[in-house]
């Protein structure tokens, strides 16, 4: 594999991860897969690998008065709930989970 193609791939799995951990985003707009905090609620958000196309939205829409954004926390939708608090509380989100 040439180093031009290794860069490539690089940028296409970050591409692929979406918002690194961390980041907040619209609901609407989570476009990977991964483990994410309502940032209304505390609730822990799944969304599982081949849910939401490469390039593509998330297939929801809730309407609130305050808008709905989500943190992402781990890009591993099966992270366990001890973790997924540990990493939550990391980062400054409170979880409700």
């Known amino acids: 594999m040439l ?5 490539m791939a690089s940028a296409n799995t970050t591409e692929r991860r979406g918002p690194q951990p961390g980041r ?3 609901l609407d707009t989570i476009g990977s897969s991964g483990a994410y905090v309502c940032n209304w609620s ?3 958000l ?3 690998e081949g849910l939401v196309p ?3 939205p998330l297939g929801l829409n809730i309407v609130g008065r305050e808008p709905l954004t989500v ?3 781990s890009d591993d939708p099966d992270v366990s709930l001890t973790r ?3 990493l939550a509380a990391s ?3 409170t979880a409700g989970f």
Do not use: E, Y
């Open 24 to 26: 907040s985003v619209p």
């Open 71 to 73: 943190t992402k926390i």
């Open 46 to 48: 799944r969304v599982p």
């Open 91 to 93: 980062l400054g989100v």
């Open 42 to 44: 505390g609730h822990l």
């Open 3 to 7: 180093m031009g193609d290794r860069r």
């Open 54 to 56: 490469v390039g593509w």
């Open 84 to 86: 997924a608090r540990a």
